[in-house]
Structures are given as C-alpha cells and as structure tokens.
C-alpha cells in the first residue's frame, strides 16, 4: 500500500505493451524492488518458477531492462520521491541483480522453449518399454564379533587408599574419551602448536573446565558411595505425576472460574439494564420538570412584552414634553461646549509655544556637540561583559581561561581513556596466556591418561594370552 504508485507506474506500462492479462505482476514487481535482498536470488527464482513461465518471462524481460530502468522508470519515480533516493536504494541495486536476473530469463526462455517443443510432437511419439537389467544380490555383511567385557564390581560406600588411587587412574583413562583424535601405540604424541584466536582460546578453556568439573563431582560422588538411581527416577516420577495432576487440577479450577465469571458478567449485564432503565425513567421525569419550567417562563415573557408595549404607547403620550426638553438640554449644552472650546484653544496655543522653544534649545545643543572634536578609535575592555543580562554572561578574558581549561580536561580525559584500553588489552592478553597455558596442561594429562588407559589395556591382553 505504502509503494503503491511506483508500483502502478511499472505494472501500468506493462500492461499496455505486454502484459493485458498478467494479473499477478504488481505482487513480483514488489519482491523483485523490494524484497530481492531478504529473499534471495534462489528464493526468487523458485517463487517465479512456481508461477506462469510465459508471464513471468515477459514481465521479468520488461522490468530489469536495463533502457526502461536507467530512463523512464527513473524518471517517473524521481516525480515522487527524491532523484537520488530513487537512484542509491532502488535503481543502482535492480541494476545490480540484473545480470543474476538474465540468467533466470534464460532459464525461463529454455523452459518455454523445451514445452512448447514437447507439446508439438507429442503427436508423434511412440512409447518404448524401458529396457531393465535385473540387480545382483546383495552380499550379507559378516557380523563383527563382539568383545566380551570382564564383569566390574559393584561399588560400595567405603573406599581404602588404594582404592581411592585406582579411581584417579580411572578418572584420568576416562577424561581420555573426550579426544577428538585417535591415539596410536607405536608413537607418542606431541603437542603440536596451534594457532588460535581469542574466542577459540576462551572456548577451549570453558570446555576442559566444564569436563573437570564433571569428573570430579563424579569422582566425589563414587566416593560417597553413589548407587542405583531407581529410586531417584521413581520419585521424580512420582513428582512428575504428582505436578500433572496438580495442573489438571488448576486447569479445572481456571475452567470454572470461567464458568463463574462468566455468570457473573449476566448477571452484570442484567444488572445493567435494570440501571439503564432506572435513569431513563429519571430522564424522562427531568425532561417533563424541563418542559414545565419553559412553559412557564414563556408566559413570565409574554405578560413582560404586554407591559412594554404599554408603557411604549404611554410614552407616546409625553413625546411633546421630552422634545420642550430636549431642546433646552441642547441649548444648555453649546453654551457650555463654546466656553470649553475656548479654554482649549488657548491651552493649545501656549503647548505649541512651549514646544517650540524646547525644539529651538535642543537645535541649539546639537549644533554644539556637533562642533566639538570627534574620536573614532574605540577602545574595547576585554575584561568586561557585554552587559546583555543573560544569566551566564562573560567576558572574553574569563571565556578563553574557561576554553583552556575545557581543552585540557578534554585532553586528560583522552589521555586517561587511553590508558585505560592499554591496561585492559594487556589484561585480556595475560587472560588469554593463562588460558592457552591452562589447555596445554589439560592436552598433556589427556595424552598421559590415553597412554595409561592403553598401557592398562596393553597389560590385560597380554595376562589373557
């Protein structure tokens, strides 16, 4: 909806050259501007490939023509968005995915190609029987024998000194099967460097931390006298029924407080009609007082504009005497505007006067100051403030010391920064040691532990033969 009219622009075009009945070229004109990226070029492919090939190969060839995008696609979608908008994140990326595109129209031509030819001579095919060999038998695998283990002993809660050495040669053979590499008995193996980055290094030295720790809280446990779980795996059984059972339990329980919520929002909802009832009846009960008040009050106006109309007929009666009245009123007023008038002219005549004779003392004064010598050079105090009356105003002297001192609270500050990052790199680098020390300490007690296991295994062949 939002890129609708760049959309309208292309797939109105193509309709009028070459797409009258292409229905679905608004939907691959949108992925191919705009979602090409997330898609993919074989995501793409197959969504197109899904479709009509002869619609597709006709609406493909039109849109990344690389004529209609470089001119009046581009033009049309500058009159909408900005000329370089439209250039940098929708015409120069079409323009780039359109060698990858021309393959796809090729592959599309070839699929056109390859049915229309099979559609015209299907006509003249003829079936032939399909001409199978007969597959060999497989050969039977001969089993491999199994090795027969010697039965062990069962562990019991007390263990001697000897015995507490046996475990740790046994705990050492078992780290051994960690390796990734096999170990041969004819040569020793040697730590060969490799080379290895910071998070490989950390990785590593988690993994053989995580694997001793693992053996020995088993080491810990044989020696407490660990014995058959049945008993744990029933209990958590039980606990794992027992928390089933309580979750259908809480699941009834939310099904009828449901239930109950549910009646409870009828019985609101009745509740609430009753209410609503209640106040109409009060509205209306408000509307009638409402209506009375305004039937009386029309009657206060109407026995209102009788008395008006009265009195304005009895004032009809004195107009004779007002307009007596009126016109002494008058008479008397003109007398008293004149002697006003008077009074105020001769006011004015002395302001005027006083007027004057200031402007002439003040003509005066200028041409005096005039007269006198005038210096250009001005001379400006640093050490002053402007005197705008902002609440941090300075003066010039106090804001360069508080620039100098800013500056260098910045430089410390860089300086202080910086030294940070050499400690913290030398920290991580001294880390790192550690770690690969740690690893090659771990790499030669498996190494050791996998030539004990096979010494051990070496010695009870040869005590068998």
Known sequence: IEYKPLLDIVVNAF???????????????????????????????RIVK????????????????????????????????????VKENWIDPLLGWQPKIEQLIKQLADRLANRVTTVKTS???????????????????????????????????????????SYELLLEANVSQFRCATVKPEKKIDNVPIKLNAAAILREGALYQRKMEQELNRYFLLLRGAHDPSEFLEWQ???????????????????????????EAIL?????????????????????????????????????????????VEGHKNVKQARMKLQKYKRQI????????????????????????KRYELIQQIRAIESLPFFRNKFVDLTQTAGYGFSGEMSIVELRERLALLKEAQKKAEEEKRDQIIHEKQAKEQLLL?????????????????????????AAINSKN
């Open 123 to 165: 006509t003249v095919t003829k079936p032939k029987e399909f001409d199978l060999t007969t597959p060999k038998p497989r050969a039977i695998p001969i089993p491999e024998p199994i090795p027969l283990q010697e039965k062990h002993q069962p562990v019991s809660g007390f263990y001697s000194l000897n015995s507490v050495k």
């Open 15 to 45: 309709f009028v050259r070459d797409g009258k009945h292409c229905l679905f070229s608004e939907l691959i004109c949108y992925l191919a501007t705009f979602q090409l990226e997330e898609l993919g070029l074989q995501q793409f492919s």
């Open 334 to 357: 003109v007398q008293e505007v004149s002697e006003e008038s008077r009074e105020l002219l001769r006011r004015a005549l002395e302001e005027e006067e006083e007027k004057l004779r």
């Open 50 to 85: 899904s479709l009509d090939i002869a619609k597709m190969h006709k609406f493909l060839r039109f849109f990344f023509n690389v004529l209609n995008l470089s001119t009046w696609i581009k033009d049309e979608w500058s009159q909408i968005y900005d000329s370089l908008y």
């Open 434 to 458: 550690d770690k690969l020390e740690q690893i090659s300490l771990f790499r030669e007690a498996l190494g050791r532990a996998a030539a004990l296991k096979l010494d051990f295994n070496l």
């Open 237 to 263: 059984k039980q606990m794992r029924e027992k928390d089933l059972e309580q979750q259908l339990a809480e699941i009834e329980c939310r099904r009828l407080q449901g239930k109950l919520s549910h009646e």
């Open 268 to 312: 609101a909802r009745q509740n609430v009609i009753q209410e609503n009832k209640k106040k109409a009846e009060l509205k209306r009960e408000e509307t009638a007082e409402l209506m009375h008040q305004y039937a009386e009050k029309r009657l206060q106006e109407e026995k209102e504009m009788r008395e008006l109309v009265e009195q304005v």
